[in-house]
């Protein structure tokens, strides 16, 4: 029997879980489904109505050394109705964005996107809605 895997959350390791919390309510319009407080750390999802899909934060209670991303982590990403809007939203907020670009392939356009980046240096990709970025 073949069984269907389903995407269901990302987790990334968090320094200040407030601080956290407030930047993905703002920059993402996410907010807390769950949290879950053990001894030592604590989970926090994430959502919005969008997607099933939430982000993980792990916040470790006392982690002392900086966590690195190695040369592995790229990013997420999530798309927006409106690209423009969204960047202009938040700059507003005072987080910085890179300038939106456009990206294409063999000619065709393939996507309309910038970047910010989250209190723990995170990259997280905003992509215009469109093709293959529904």
Same mark, same amino acid.
Do not use: W
């Given at each position: 029997m073949i069984t269907?895997?389903?995407?269901?959350?990302?987790?990334?390791? @968090?320094? *200040?879980?407030?601080?956290?919390?407030?930047? #993905?309510?703002?920059?993402?319009?996410? !907010?807390?489904?769950?949290? +879950? @407080?053990? *001894?030592?750390?604590?989970?926090?999802?994430? #959502?919005?109505?969008?997607?099933?899909? !939430?982000?993980?934060?792990? +916040?470790?209670? *006392?982690?002392?050394?900086?966590?690195?991303?190695?040369?592995?982590?790229?990013?997420?990403?999530?798309?927006?109705?409106?690209?423009?809007?969204?960047?202009?939203?938040?700059?507003s907020l005072g987080?910085?964005?890179?300038?939106?670009?456009?990206?294409?392939h063999s000619e065709?356009?393939?996507?309309?996107?910038?970047?910010?980046?989250?209190?723990?240096?995170?990259?997280?990709?905003?992509?215009?809605?469109?093709?293959?970025?529904?």
């Open positions: 269907k895997t389903k995407l269901i959350h990302s987790m990334i390791r @968090v320094r *200040d879980l407030d601080s956290s919390i407030a930047f #993905y309510r703002s920059a993402l319009e996410l !907010e807390v489904k769950d949290q +879950f @407080v053990f *001894d030592g750390f604590t989970l926090t999802y994430l #959502y919005n109505q969008e997607t099933a899909f !939430e982000l993980e934060l792990t +916040f470790n209670h *006392d982690a002392s050394p900086n966590y690195t991303h190695g040369s592995g982590y790229g990013h997420i990403a999530v798309s927006v109705e409106n690209i423009e809007v969204c960047h202009q939203r938040l700059k987080i910085q964005a890179s300038e939106i670009k456009q990206l294409h065709h356009h393939l996507a309309t996107f910038f970047f910010i980046t989250d209190p723990d240096g995170y990259k997280i990709e905003f992509l215009q809605r469109q093709g293959r970025y529904l």
